[in-house]
């Protein structure tokens, strides 16, 4: 049961775990094989765990889009990423009914095959986006503070924005294949939706492309780009310990969010492609072994939903705090917004 992650051509076709965030269930064009999964084990997990993150989610990401959109208007450019955050979130969030749906008729999907590709769609794009944009937040903390200086004037709204537009519109044309995959009639008649057991050798593949592209790399950024903004808080006369904490606490959030979120879904993937490719022809009694540990990680990743909504709490409570740059050989540095610009 894989989930296509569609992130690297067309392989969006590809691999997402089963139920998840938002789609619970699914990959491929093909349907399930493998017999004697454990649908009805993680049945109250998933139902309770969509609930809970829908009656949350909702009004705190409702809530988080309003203010952040009057942080725009007073030309605050982390507020940019922070607002389209929210935004994706919130459209994942109107699929989750669905979803609850969907596990509640034992993964059986009765609303229509394009239904299901809409919905997917928006599931695939979501997880990608928030975590580009998780970078996008830390890369921009990263020059506003470790280049104060060289960056004023270079940050600006029009270009977060810019960036945004490139983003969505990126992981969403490589995510266009899943409104082209054919009709399996073999799935067509399980009624699942984007789930297959066990994988191929093109969805393994795509999950290994996809651990690299969607977690490594961004994981990547965000250790280097994050310790440096420890590093330069360390070494700064100029800040306060209040200003410090602060700058460290919005660094830490995002770690901590990216880890729970999205680290164990990705390592239960690489671990479920890597044991394909060595048991090609026997792998299912292992997927039925891994299904409800993959279950509570992909869990894990629909949490993502309630967690984002921290990052706007601890950015505005610096919202409008200038903080003075440090003096440098030739003088004193005019004081520059770090978290207001």
Request: hydrophobic letters at 50%; proline letters at 5%.
């Amino acid at each position: 049961m894989e989930y296509p992650f569609g992130s690297f051509g067309s392989a969006v076709l590809a691999a997402f775990p089963p139920t998840s965030r938002a789609l619970p269930a699914s990959a491929g064009r093909a349907v399930s094989t493998c017999t004697g999964i454990p649908y009805k084990d993680s049945k109250t997990l998933l139902v309770a765990v969509y609930s809970i993150v829908f009656a949350i989610g909702l009004p705190a990401n409702c809530l988080t889009s309003l203010l952040t959109f009057l942080q725009i208007q007073r030309n605050k450019v982390i507020a940019i990423y922070i607002f389209s955050l929210s935004l994706c979130e919130l459209m994942y969030l109107s699929t989750l009914p669905l979803w609850i749906i969907y596990v509640q008729n034992e993964h059986r999907w009765n609303m229509g095959i394009q239904a299901c590709r809409i919905t997917g769609f928006i599931f695939f794009c979501n997880i990608y986006i928030s975590i580009l944009l998780l970078c996008c937040i830390s890369l921009d903390r990263y020059v506003a503070l470790v280049y104060a200086l060289e960056s004023r004037g270079r940050r600006g709204q029009k270009k977060a924005i810019i960036i945004v537009c490139f983003l969505f519109a990126v992981v969403a044309i490589i995510h266009t294949p899943v409104f082209y995959m054919e009709d399996n009639p073999e799935r067509m008649n399980r009624k699942t939706c984007f789930e297959t057991l066990p994988l191929d050798i093109k969805l393994a593949s795509f999950s290994f492309a996809r651990f690299l592209f969607g977690f490594v790399i961004p994981f990547t950024i965000l250790i280097f780009t994050n310790y440096k903004i420890f590093q330069s808080t360390k070494t700064s006369s100029s800040l306060t310990c209040r200003q410090k904490a602060k700058v460290k606490y919005l660094a830490v959030a995002i770690i901590v969010i990216f880890l729970i979120c999205f680290a164990p879904y990705h390592v239960v993937l690489i671990i479920r492609s890597i044991y394909f490719m060595l048991h090609q022809n026997c792998s299912c009694p292992f997927e039925k072994n891994i299904y409800s540990i993959f279950t509570a990680f992909l869990c894990l990743a629909t949490a993502n939903s309630v967690a984002d909504p921290i990052i706007y709490v601890l950015v505005s409570e610096n919202m409008d705090k200038k903080i003075p740059a440090e003096e440098n050989n030739i003088g004193p540095i005019p004081k520059v917004e770090i978290f207001s610009s």
